[in-house]
């Protein structure tokens, strides 16, 4: 298989992901990319580490695992082709939805990613057989997502989140990010971000430039509180 322009590792639960994956595909229209998905799971990065995050996380970073198993059922069944679909319905079905209601908009957020997706339709609208929603609760599929993961961790390094780009696959430069709260507008933006990331990206001995405080990414689902600022990863 030749190498792709860009491998992006995704897990459909996270909304800075979702975001950056946006500009990423607005990107690809513009310039041909050829991009290749890749899984990484929340769940599996923070194994043994949750004593610190949100109670509602390990549901949701699960429901993420579970949609991976999904993905890369498809992948079994399709090629690697048909994974880029994929994510763009799950991550729909996280974040195109109205915000949940609640007194707690973040935390009604999180638990609601952990439910969301009606997996058996989104199967059946992309074409697939059915039996791939059930790869849901199929932990076989759990050593191809760690491979994936342990790759991208073995490309940047420990202590990152979601998505990792990795250009020119494997050994171009790949980095976690970027980060960003909404994607350009214009394709003339688009494309002034994307050059900048890469040029950076690419630039010898470059390894990291980071701000904990965000802003919360804007999705449908997030209304409640996009453009609040955050910590959350």
Known sequence: MANA??????????????????????????????????????????????????????????????MLRVAAAAHAHAGPGVVGDVYDALGDAVWNNDPPPGDHPFDAIIAQSAVAGDLAAIVAA?????SIAGAAQDPRFDAVIRKDTEDALARVGGDVGTPIMSFAPPDGPAFFGPVISEPPDSDEDAL???????????????????????????????AAVAGQETMAS
């Open 5 to 66: 322009d860009l491998e992006f590792f995704f897990d459909p639960v996270c909304p800075f992901c979702w975001v950056t994956s946006r500009w990423v595909k607005h990107v690809q229209r513009l310039r041909a990319l050829d991009i290749r998905w890749r899984f990484i799971s929340l769940r599996m990065l923070n194994e043994g580490g949750y004593e610190h995050k949100p109670e509602g996380y390990p549901r949701a970073h699960q429901r993420g695992l579970e």
């Open 126 to 130: 992309l074409g697939l057989p059915s």
């Open 192 to 222: 002034r971000l994307w050059d900048a990331v890469e040029t950076l990206g690419r630039w010898p001995g470059f390894a990291e430039l980071k701000r904990s405080l965000r802003r919360f990414p804007v999705t449908p689902t997030t």
